[in-house]
């Protein structure tokens, strides 16, 4: 379990999260909506120990970011590393021993070409791939399907569902919120650095009905299309 109390971030005078108190249970799929700038990329940050805060982050665990994969939105690779020598270095971080790195290369990746020279599509299919062969307990998805080919989407949908078979906790956030809909038990709403709202699953359209209203509103009319 990840317990979250009264966390709070700023950067300078933007107050980027304002006293979340949230709770992920093993074995559940969260998502974490919102629109750009709502404070979802800096949460996943600050549960993964690469931002600073006020407040606490609890956990099972003595050092949770150990225990943690995480996958950005544009995942960062040096320049001249090949995809096997990442997959590689991401294990040892773990202590885990892979002898046949390309049997796990579900992706079909061109493993020796440098990292760095992948498509954006292809970078995440590696990154994804990396924080899995590293057999995490908890892992944050940043838009995991932003990108990403159709046929790859239904794959990494499946390794959602597998995941939490496994027992695993995995906060997702997507723009595509379909997405979200087969593969979350609860989303959570933010806004300005806030969770406004929690949905169950049997909730989600009614969710995503609101979310478009509010969304769209009269844009469209406003248009004046002919």
Known sequence: MIKINKLSKSFG?????????????????????????????????CIAGLESYDGTIES????LKNHLGLLLTEPFFF????AKEYIQLLANARNQVVPNIEKQNIFDL?????????????KKKLALTAILIQ???????????NGVDIQSNVIITEIIHKLKELDKTILMSSHIFST??????EIYLMR???????VQQEDFSILESEMKEFTIGNRIERLELE
């Open 79 to 82: 320049s001249k590393i090949t």
């Open 13 to 45: 005078k933007k107050q980027a999260l304002n006293n979340i108190d949230i709770e992920f249970k093993k074995g559940k799929v969260y998502g974490i909506v919102g629109e750009n700038g709502a404070g979802k990329t800096t949460l996943f940050r």
């Open 60 to 63: 099972e665990f003595d050092t």
């Open 110 to 122: 061109p493993l020796n070409q440098y990292a760095s020279t992948y498509s954006t599509g292809m």
């Open 135 to 145: 057999k995490n307990d908890l892992f944050i998805l940043d838009e995991p399907f």
């Open 192 to 198: 300005n650095g806030a969770i406004i709202r929690k």
């Open 180 to 185: 979200l809909a087969t593969t979350c038990d």
